[in-house]
């Protein structure tokens, strides 16, 4: 298989594992749902984990590319780019695929907290965090690191709600709730 074939492979395995989950999806299924055997697959990853890793790497890269992409188009002042993360999500809540975020699933899957996909799951939010203190940083808040922890707290359960019970209310809740979080923090 082709680097092409194996990125092909792992794209459309992430569509598979983000609609039907981890232990639900087994490899004969899998390889129906991509088109390529199990023998195939089996000669890229080791295992259906290597394989599930290989998958969150790209969604990890594709999310963390697209939610730094879309605040910078939504917002140039650092101080509306923490509103702008909001505006984002609600975007993604919209999609006509949206279920839930593939993260949360993940870490709830392999509960194990050093097992590497839960690891990965972790690390994922980290970064999204990282970047979170970043732009509190460049909007001058008084503690850009608890800004940060707050911001993603409220991401996160408005991923969960927007799951949950649709994406309009939640999305415009959690609009409004990080801008009274964030005034509260930033420096006058």
Not at 26 to 47: C, N, P
Not at 83 to 103: H, K, N, T, Y
Not at 111 to 117: G, M, V
Not at 135 to 150: G, I, M
Request: with cysteine; aromatic share 8%.
């Amino acid at each position: 298989m082709s680097a092409s074939k194996r990125d092909e492979l792992v794209q459309n395995a992430l569509q598979v594992f983000y609609s039907g989950g981890f232990h639900a999806v087994g490899m004969d299924s899998l390889a129906k749902a991509t088109g390529v055997s199990k023998t195939a697959i089996y000669k890229h990853f080791r295992t259906k984990e290597d394989l599930i890793l290989a998958t969150l790497r790209l969604r990890d890269e594709q999310f963390r590319n697209w939610l730094v992409r879309r605040v910078e188009a939504l917002e140039t002042d650092p101080r509306k780019r923490l509103v702008a993360i909001f505006d984002a999500l609600a975007e993604w809540f919209r999609e006509p695929g949206f279920q839930s975020c593939m993260f949360i699933k993940a870490s709830s899957e392999y509960q194990d907290h050093t097992h590497p996909i839960h690891v990965m799951a972790a690390e994922h939010k980290r970064l999204l965090l990282s970047y979170f203190s970043e732009l509190a940083r460049k909007a001058k808040a008084r503690d850009p690191e608890d800004l940060a922890r707050q911001l993603l707290l409220l991401k996160e359960g408005a991923i969960v709600l927007a799951h949950l019970h649709g994406a309009d209310e939640v999305a415009r809740d959690a609009r409004r709730a990080a801008e009274n979080i964030i005034s509260m923090s930033l420096e006058k």
